[in-house]
């Protein structure tokens, strides 16, 4: 690991935190041709770099961020995309995305851990319980999964639908945030109490996205005993047509007699970071993402293998503005974000060379521009590594903040946490065991 390169990163990526500083919170990128919008998603991911800074500036940063989105909630409870912090108006394009939501409790969770404002959740619970209710009504057919509308999520170009790893694996964290800060307000506020939770996601999202041996072995009857318990049933037909047996990942999506048979960086990462994985189970991802090169030359790659025309998952409208062909944008571009993330899990897994070798080559991927160094490019061409998104985007300088951070110490603020927070333990041969199986209220 180049130390020197490493320093420099950090500076650099503290200097674009505090250009996309705003009286109503972070802007998504410190240029107004990039994304000058408060992003929910965004924000809540570029406060997780600017906590491990303890500047006050980027703090207060953050927890403005949170007061404008929720300032702006609707009266169902959905908390908008982004907001124009000159204006104050909520965007008219592109007005909602499920994880918006998610990633609002998540940012309350951070904030409560950084400053133990007991006071400041008080005053945003009822816009925090509202936003969980709302999410709760996105599990159309109650099985304890949410469902996604097609593109509905921070991969806006490309056909994740229906069960979505990424954002079930976000609304279990979600849950278990929404959990500790239910315990700062009690007993003088009320919660609102989940039919299905967290350890019934966790436990969903194991038994219908991880794909073992064991559906073509003994236990495949038990398996599915437990799937068309929780209304899951109809998914089997992956199972049965021959097509896939295993797979050292979880899947992108499931959806009916249809899923996506590739790896998704960001939801496996958080899987790991949260640990629904397991140590077991987070092994066998983070070796796939090393030997098909997820991480070559930057990381990371959004997905792999990415997707052709005339594959079943293309859509035409991958073509819009010539963004989402094969290796670029979601569709196997390489993004430092998720990079970030990446680095993250591996030190979470205690794969420490891995990790230190990885953020180098962030370093290296963020110090790379079109005008100039260090321009921190939202995403890059899979496959020739060169910058083409937009510069100076607080997400990627955020998280190659967190990744030094979490390089540097061990620690992953928000995830050790809801690691601590989480609802079963592991064996020795890598089953999960949960608190109350099938997972109905805790």
Known sequence: MTVALIAEGVERARAI?????????????????????????????????????????????????????????SPRGLIPLNINPETGRAS????????????????????YLLTRDAA???????????????LEFQDMNECGLLEIPEAGNWMD????????????????AALLAHQELARVVAPALTAHRVTIDAAGVSERINLLMWVDRCWVAEHFAEHLEKLKAMRLEWYMLYHNIGTISSRPFYLPW????EYGDWCDALGNALAILVGIAGKHRAAHIL???????????????????????????????????????PHQYHNGGIWPMIGGFHIAALVRQGWMTEAECLLDLCAQANRRGHAQDWEFNEWMHGETGRPMGYPQQAWSAAMFLYA????????????????????YHETETGELVYRQPGGGPG
């Open 17 to 73: 935190l505090m250009q996309c500083v705003t009286p109503r919170g972070f802007r998504a990128s410190a240029l107004r041709e990039g994304y000058p919008q408060v992003w929910a998603r965004d924000s809540a991911v570029t406060f997780l770099g600017a906590a491990v800074t303890g500047a006050p500036e980027l703090l207060r940063a953050g927890r403005a961020s949170l007061e404008t989105l929720g300032a702006h909630q």
């Open 92 to 111: 008219s394009e592109n007005a909602g995305a499920l994880d918006a939501n998610l990633w609002f409790i998540l940012g309350h969770y951070t904030h």
């Open 120 to 134: 400041f959740v008080r005053a945003h619970w009822a816009a925090l319980d509202r936003a969980l209710v709302w």
């Open 157 to 172: 170009l490309l056909a994740v639908r229906y069960n979505v790893l990424y954002d079930n694996v976000l609304y279990y």
């Open 254 to 257: 499931v959806a009916f007699r």
């Open 287 to 325: 070796r796939y993402l090393d030997d098909v090169g997820m991480a070559e030359p930057y990381p990371t790659k959004a997905i792999y293998p990415p997707i052709f025309p005339g594959e079943s998952n293309w859509r035409d409208y991958y073509r819009s503005r010539n963004l989402n062909l």
């Open 404 to 423: 030094e951070h979490a390089v540097r110490t061990r620690t992953l603020p928000l995830f050790d946490e809801l690691l601590a927070a989480q609802p």
